[in-house]
């Protein structure tokens, strides 16, 4: 603990005097069974944990003397002493109570060295959620290849989308490199995190100079460090015309052979300051951002030449299908949005090199509260691809409004394809399975900046937490994930666990429920995208309008509109494509429909959308209620800072009920069946 800042599920409090005898005589000592530079993190971790959590001094030994002990090394030198399991993927460990003469051991093996730092988490968090070590027998492997965190930091310390304070990378145009960049290394491995984008994706200014500049490089060396020590890669986002910034040539043209040398150059140098540099995320063709296709080339053309200047030194182009015509004119019913990405990508699979990464948002549009899942999961067969998710909440009230994402990420995950047939999860198809890819993985866009509390919300570190365990193991329950979250940041109490755990997992419905529900989205203010405005983006450039009427509302997606429908497989696409078969919170999204459509409850689009703004208010009057019952049994800095958040956000949430209400009454004529407030 410091004065500065508070480090979320990694705060090691003292543990009560009979959890401390559980667990003392383990942490004394540690026999490290690897070369001294493969165990230092994890040994570091495991001295800590012992200081401050059980008040002992660990001592690490060369033999195994006490009669409890821990060991950790590499499976190759702890074969010598008992058989292992067997562990390939970069990161997997195993967790065993083995006896070695005579003496009670608890192992930590792994294959390298990011493994042990897993490892030696996994052993830190069991015990502090009061697991015995005595019967311990645990092998884990990360499911996702890649398990990242995009930063959109911007170098004079803005945060692009940011709700929790200035940038923890850069500050006035330089890199910073303290305490915290260690301490977030420290909370992202102990969640399997293995790489970290720094920069926005939006690569402007300076930012340009990021892999050019020995300035640069060298401070970006230094971070890279401290994030390796912890099994963390680093990654860039790179402006695609930097040769015409940083070259001065008149081209960016991927096919120009002097363009090609030049990125193969700029990589050498790279490499020759940062050697385990992960590679590059590149925004291209987007939203302004400079792309081949200013340069007559496509997507394809763009990522392979920069692949082809990583490639030798191992690195990756994870390139964004966020690609889009965002001049759109509202008066075109032609173009649709949603059908973009697909679009573009589609007719590229297959051309891309090995080391190319395709990163998809998780729906078609833009992070909205409720969107179905991207139909290019399951349509870019022989491309590696990566699922992006918005941990920030851009659109799901900023970390101002509570809104655990955890359930919906899942149910993004869980969604079935049926690329090749049933069975063709999200999951198994961004961790490589489905069409057995080597690269592939989950991004998340962080929510992280320079707050006491990392998050701005505290509540909100939890959609930290669980992107992260959902990228190391899909399958998990994400009740699961929240109590541990939960007992580490709060403590073991039974109300409290049950208090905030019910808050947690009820606060996305809630929130849609107040703001936009069945999938229509985008009734915020346009730019910073807070509060409603539900004609805010009807008449823009950015192609997302919901054309309401006196009569219906949304844009018909299905075979007889746009034809979005028929980008996913059977039987999703016949599902989506009919009104009577599509899934209700999808309703606006796929169909244009009659407020007085009956929806499967009886009651008519229209009265649903009142209630269910109704429902939504009365669900945060409940959070702030329980939450207020915690009062005494919360650290008072977190009960305030909650408290305060939950109190605006329940006025904000009248705000949302009755903006939305009244656009809609207003439109319509109709009223409320039960007679509650709507303005007029
Ligand atoms: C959204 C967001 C932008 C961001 C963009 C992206 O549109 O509002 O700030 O740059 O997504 O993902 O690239």
Same mark, same amino acid.
């Given at each position: ?10 705060? #090691? ?33 495991? @001295? ?53 003469? !005579? ?14 730092? #897993? ?24 499911? *996702? ?26 500050? @006035? ?104 540099? !992960? ?22 053309? !763009? ?30 019913? &032609?173009?649709?949005?949603? @059908? ?84 063709? +999860? ?9 069409? &057995? ?65 019910? *808050? ?34 009807? #008449? ?49 999204? +796929? ?22 703004? +109704? ?24 009960? @305030? ?22 656009? +809609? ?16």
């Amino acid at each position: 603990m410091n004065n500065e800042y508070e480090l979320c599920w990694l705060e #090691y409090r003292r543990l009560p005097d009979w959890e401390i005898a559980c667990h003392r005589e383990w942490f004394k000592s540690a026999v490290p069974f690897a070369q001294p530079w493969e165990v230092e993190t994890a040994l570091t971790e495991l @001295k800590t944990f012992a200081r401050d959590a059980l008040g002992t001094k660990m001592l690490v030994e060369n033999t195994i003397q006490n009669q409890r002990t821990i060991i950790l090394g590499k499976i190759d030198k702890l074969s010598e002493l008992f058989d292992v399991p067997k562990l390939e993927r970069e990161g997997s460990f195993f967790l065993a109570h083995r006896k070695l003469s !005579g003496k009670d051991t608890l192992v930590i093996g792994a294959i390298d060295t990011a493994g042990l730092v #897993y490892g030696t988490f996994e052993v830190i968090k069991r015990a502090r959620l009061g697991e015995s070590f005595e019967k311990m027998n645990v092998v884990q492997t990360p499911a *996702m290849p890649l398990r990242m965190i995009n930063h959109w930091d911007n170098l004079d310390g803005s945060v692009e989308r940011g709700y929790s304070g200035r940038s923890i990378f850069f500050e @006035k145009d330089r890199v910073i490199l303290n305490r915290r960049t260690r301490d977030y290394a420290r909370l992202l491995a102990s969640v399997g995190i293995n790489g970290v984008v720094i920069n926005n994706v939006n690569v402007r200014g300076k930012a340009v100079q990021l892999i050019d500049d020995e300035k640069y490089l060298k401070a970006l060396s230094k971070l890279a460090e401290v994030f390796g020590n912890y099994g963390i890669k680093l990654y860039l986002s790179v402006n695609f015309a930097s040769p015409m910034y940083l070259g001065k040539f008149e081209t960016a043209d991927p096919l120009d052979d002097r363009i090609k040398k030049w990125w193969k150059d700029q990589a050498r140098k790279l490499y020759s300051f940062i050697p385990d540099f !992960g590679g590059f995320l590149v925004k291209a063709d987007s939203e302004f951002n400079p792309g081949p296709h200013y340069f007559g080339r496509t997507h394809a053309d !763009g990522a392979n030449m920069l692949a082809e200047a990583l490639e030798p030194f191992g690195g990756v182009v994870i390139w964004r299908t966020f690609v889009y015509n965002c001049l759109q004119d509202w008066r075109d019913y &032609n173009t649709d949005r949603a @059908k973009a990405a697909y679009e573009n990508f589609k007719p590229l699979d297959g051309q891309f090199r090995d080391n190319v990464i395709l990163q998809t948002k998780f729906g078609p549009m833009d992070f909205q509260v409720r969107e179905p899942v991207s139909p290019l999961f399951g349509a870019l067969e022989r491309t590696n691809q990566i699922l992006e998710l918005q941990i920030t909440q851009e659109y799901t009230g900023q970390q101002i409004h509570l809104c655990y994402l955890g359930p919906f990420w899942k149910e993004i995950l869980d969604f079935d394809t049926f690329a090749r047939g049933r069975g063709s +999860f999200v999951k198994r198809i961004v961790d490589g399975t489905v069409f &057995n890819r080597k690269y592939c993985g989950m991004a998340g866009v962080s929510n992280v900046g320079r707050d006491p509390n990392w998050t701005g919300h505290d509540l909100a570190q939890a959609n930290l937490y669980t992107f992260a365990r959902l990228a190391w193991n899909p399958d998990e329950l994400v009740e699961k994930i929240v109590d541990d979250w939960i007992t580490l940041t709060f403590g073991k109490d039974e109300e409290v666990k049950a208090t905030i755990k019910h *808050m947690l997992m009820n606060s996305h419905r809630a929130y849609e429920k107040y703001t936009t529900p069945f999938g229509l989205g985008w009734m915020v203010n346009p730019n910073h995208h807070y509060g409603p405005n539900p004609e805010g983006y009807e #008449y823009s450039k950015w192609g997302t309008y919901h054309r309401a009427n006196h009569e219906a509302i949304a844009v018909d997606r299905s075979s007889k509109g746009t034809g979005f429908t028929l980008q996913y497989h059977s039987p999703w696409r016949e599902i989506f494509d009919s009104i009577e078969t599509c899934p209700e919170d999808l309703l606006l999204f +796929f169909h244009r429909v009659r407020y007085d459509h009956k929806l499967r409850s009886g009651k008519t689009l229209l009265q649903s959308m009142y209630d269910l703004h +109704f429902e939504g208010v009365e669900q945060v009057e409940e959070f702030l209620k329980a939450w207020q019952r915690l009062e005494g049994k919360i650290d008072p800095v977190k009960y @305030k800072r909650v408290l305060e958040r939950l109190t605006v956000q329940l006025e904000h949430a009248k705000e949302w009920r009755d903006v939305v209400n009244t656009y +809609f009454y207003r439109k319509t004529g109709i009223s409320d069946e039960r007679g509650r407030k709507i303005y007029p």
